[in-house]
């Protein structure tokens, strides 16, 4: 059974930065890719919006409303994916979901994740 289990929300100013971490359990051996998704107050779940993306090779890549802000990682050993989300803005304010699918191109795609954490609240004051 997959299992993910998300920290590190709060509440933070503009500005300031918090980190994500998403420990994954019981994801199949072999090729992966790990992710980092957002719901926005007031949207429904259907319009969860990707942020960030890594494959088993470590490939990454970003929406465009968060490059150069957001960062994601991770530590194979201890299969935790981060994101480390630096210069935020209110408009970051939203639910964060870390998401895991057994294709290793997922990366930015919803619809290819398979495994979903319960979601962390973060909140970004002006």
């Known amino acids: 059974q997959v299992q993910l289990a998300e920290s590190g929300g709060g509440s933070v100013q503009s500005g300031g930065s918090l980190k994500l971490s998403c420990v994954v359990s019981?994801?199949?051996?072999?090729?992966?890719?790990l992710g980092w998704f957002r719901q926005l107050p007031g949207v429904v779940e259907r319009e969860l919006g990707a942020?960030?993306?890594?494959?088993?090779?470590?490939?990454?890549t970003y929406a465009d409303s968060v490059k150069d802000r957001f960062t994601i990682s991770q530590d194979s050993a201890k299969k935790t994916v981060f994101l480390q989300m630096n210069a935020l803005e209110p408009e970051d304010t939203a639910t964060y979901y870390c998401?895991?699918?057994?294709?290793?191109?997922?990366?930015?795609?919803?619809?290819?994740?398979?495994?979903w954490g319960q979601g962390a609240q973060v909140t970004v004051s002006s």
């Open positions: 019981g994801l199949p051996f072999g090729d992966y890719c």
């Open positions: 942020i960030a993306g890594i494959d088993s090779d470590g490939t990454t």
């Open positions: 998401a895991a699918s057994t294709l290793r191109w997922a990366l930015l795609d919803k619809t290819s994740y398979n495994y």
